[in-house]
């Protein structure tokens, strides 16, 4: 059974930083590339970033660019988000969800991350 759970999420001020983590299962992790996605409250879900197998090629969407950095340590079967000079609109439950084929297959329940003075 594949399963995803993601952990790091929390109350942080603005400017500040978190890590979160995203321990995986049941599948083999480093065949697949990795994505977290989030959703701020009342809107839609919103990628954020994805890693290929390796961990060789990262991308990012616009509104984190510069400020998040995707990596995996295919060892641990972990995915880590570290999210930097944080602003309050990156206040959302955050997902890390497997990739098959462009498609993300299977998803994580989330992780709350708060960016609040």
């Known amino acids: 059974e594949v399963q995803l759970v993601e952990s790091g999420g929390g109350l942080v001020q603005p400017g500040g930083s978190l890590r979160l983590s995203c321990a995986a299962s049941g599948f083999t992790f480093d065949d697949y590339a990795m994505s977290w996605v989030r959703q701020a409250p009342g809107k839609g879900l919103e990628w954020v970033s994805t890693?290929?197998?390796?961990?060789?090629?990262?991308y990012y969407a616009d509104s984190v660019k510069g400020r998040f950095t995707i990596s995996r340590d295919n060892a641990k079967n972990t995915l880590y988000l570290q999210m930097n000079n944080l602003k309050s609109e990156d206040t959302a439950v955050y997902f890390c969800?497997?990739?098959?084929?462009?498609?993300?297959?299977?998803w994580g329940k989330g992780t709350l991350v708060t960016v609040s003075s």
């Open positions: 969800a497997k990739d098959l084929n462009g498609g993300l297959d299977y």
């Open positions: 890693i290929n197998t390796i961990g060789g090629n990262t």
